[in-house]
């Protein structure tokens, strides 16, 4: 069994406002102690009878009570919220995992630990999360995406997979960057297209059995419908279901940013305004000579307008914050294996996936990245790239600057070929601050193929270990959501270079 920690707060950057950047911890079974499933009664009884050792966990967990959470799922699973100090580092007095009693943190039956990998989700440094489908369902509000991601587990399968075959996985959320207005108009039309698309096709037992209704009863219901849906041609029935399909979509979003306003990070007075909003098209839509139509579209103009509200305050983040992430993110890994003893510090991993491979190249060849949190390269065994992006030149083109490179990198060239690992390698003068690389990149992915071949090459005129793998079969999406371990798969890579 694969023990997941859900949700755990690891990083609070300064001056961003959505830097509250989480990560999901997966363990392999054998690495779990008998009393770390504790709920809070749990820790309640083991008060009464080991007061000083869980003295400093309940003043934290009564500090923090709108901010911490330790319980047990119905799968056993233990749950734990943002137990870390106000400026992102872990408190020295609270030993939030390491919770038996009686035996030394510092050893585990006589082992160093497992390895430990950080992995680093992908998303054009603007969409995804350590949960991929969470993102798309309550920020870009596409439900097509969402089902698909959460059908494939993206990205939880890796760090499942990697808990599954002894190694620990620690998959991490970032900062997101957004687009221009312009930009971001055009994606949410997309976004809602696919959404209604969804909706649709899910719907169609209900839209046939409206067919079948509108059949067989079409002369004594006629009237009502017609009452309702103001239509009398052949085409009433599908364009019936277009607008309920349309309506339902509008419905959901609602619903989504009511339920999940604390994500959105909605107040109360805005949910006011838009349940008055909301009561204000009804009543239009009910005098109206087209009821349907109209509330379809102003419902759709209500939601559409709090999506571009909630994502155009993210415009104006960088990629800075995002390498701050991840040096965070190996700081508390760092603080984990050495508090614990579970993960063996000397085997610490970065992996990523597209823009998260460019990431964390990045992070390992920028010496500046980790040394702003008091870490070194010298901390990390390895780096796996997945599908990684090396030259942020090749981004420069067309639409594609518009989508991912300005709003990310900004407009100056200059700092471009800084944020490129392929460049910023060039310019390293001694290879021995470098961990190993794998990189691996997908047989059908052509855009990044060539820059993978070319980063390659240049850490190997710098004599930086470095083994590159090409993965048949492969696109650049199905090379991370494949879980299969078989020989030449890309977890079989990552299980040899890891191990």
């Not at 305050?313 to 991840?326: C, D, I, L, N, P």
Request: hydrophobic share 40%; aromatic share 10%.
């Amino acid at each position: 069994m694969v023990v997941r920690h859900k949700d755990i707060f690891f990083a609070n950057i300064a001056g961003v406002d959505h830097g509250e950047c989480h990560l999901d911890l997966y363990l392999p079974d054998k690495l779990q102690d008998r009393d770390i499933r504790y709920s809070d009664q749990d820790l309640n009884e083991e008060k009464a009878t080991e007061d000083d050792k869980y003295d400093s966990i309940k003043e934290v967990l009564n500090a923090q009570d709108d901010r911490s959470n330790v319980s047990v799922d119905s799968e056993g699973i233990y749950n734990q919220e943002k137990l870390l100090t106000g400026d992102g580092t872990r408190d020295k007095n609270v030993d939030t995992f390491y919770l038996d009693s009686g035996r030394s943190k510092d050893t585990d039956s006589g082992s160093s630990g497992v390895p430990f990998v950080l992995f680093i989700h992908g998303g054009g440094w603007r969409r995804g999360g350590r949960a991929a489908w969470k993102h798309f369902l309550y920020f870009d509000v596409n439900f097509l995406v969402a089902f698909l991601q959460f059908f494939v587990g993206t990205y939880g399968n890796i760090g499942e997979v990697l808990a599954e075959n002894n190694i620990a996985c620690a998959v991490v959320s970032y900062p997101l960057t957004e687009a221009g207005p312009v930009v971001l108009l055009v994606e949410m039309l997309l976004s809602y297209i696919q959404s209604a698309f969804f909706v649709f096709v899910s719907s169609l037992p209900i839209f046939g059995i409206l067919l079948l209704y509108r059949t067989i009863f079409h002369s004594s219901h006629n009237n009502t419908y017609e009452l309702i849906f103001k239509e009398n041609d052949t085409f009433s029935v599908f364009r019936a279901c277009v607008l309920l399909a349309s309506l339902i979509t509008n419905i959901a979003t609602s619903l989504l940013f009511f339920l999940s306003r604390r994500q959105f990070n909605i107040s109360f007075k805005q949910i006011r305004c838009l349940s008055v909003a909301l009561g204000v098209s009804l009543v239009i839509a009910y005098n109206s000579s087209s009821p349907v139509h109209h509330l379809v579209i102003l419902t759709l103009v209500l939601n559409q307008i709090m999506i571009f509200y909630q994502r155009i305050r993210r415009h104006g983040s960088t990629y800075e914050e995002q390498v701050k992430a991840v040096a965070q993110a190996v700081k508390w890994a760092k603080c984990f294996s050495e508090e614990t003893g579970k993960t063996d510090v000397n085997r610490l991993y970065l992996m990523g996936h597209s823009a998260g491979g460019h990431l964390v190249t990045l992070s390992a060849l920028d010496e500046s990245i980790l040394a702003s949190v008091a870490c070194s390269t010298n901390d990390l065994k390895g780096v796996i790239s997945i599908s990684g992006v090396y030259d942020l030149l090749c981004l420069n083109k067309h639409w594609l600057r518009h989508v991912y490179l300005e709003p990310t990198f900004g407009r100056s060239p200059n700092k471009w070929l800084d944020a490129s690992p392929a460049h910023l390698a060039k310019r390293t003068k001694s290879s021995n601050i470098m961990p190993k690389f794998l990189l691996m990149l997908a047989e059908k992915d052509l855009f990044l193929k060539s820059q993978s071949f070319k980063f390659a090459r240049t850490l190997d005129e710098l004599q930086v270990e470095c083994k590159h793998v090409e993965i048949r079969k492969s696109n650049h999406f199905n090379i991370v959501t494949n879980t299969s371990t078989r020989e030449g798969s890309t977890l079989s890579h990552v299980l040899d270079f890891v191990k």
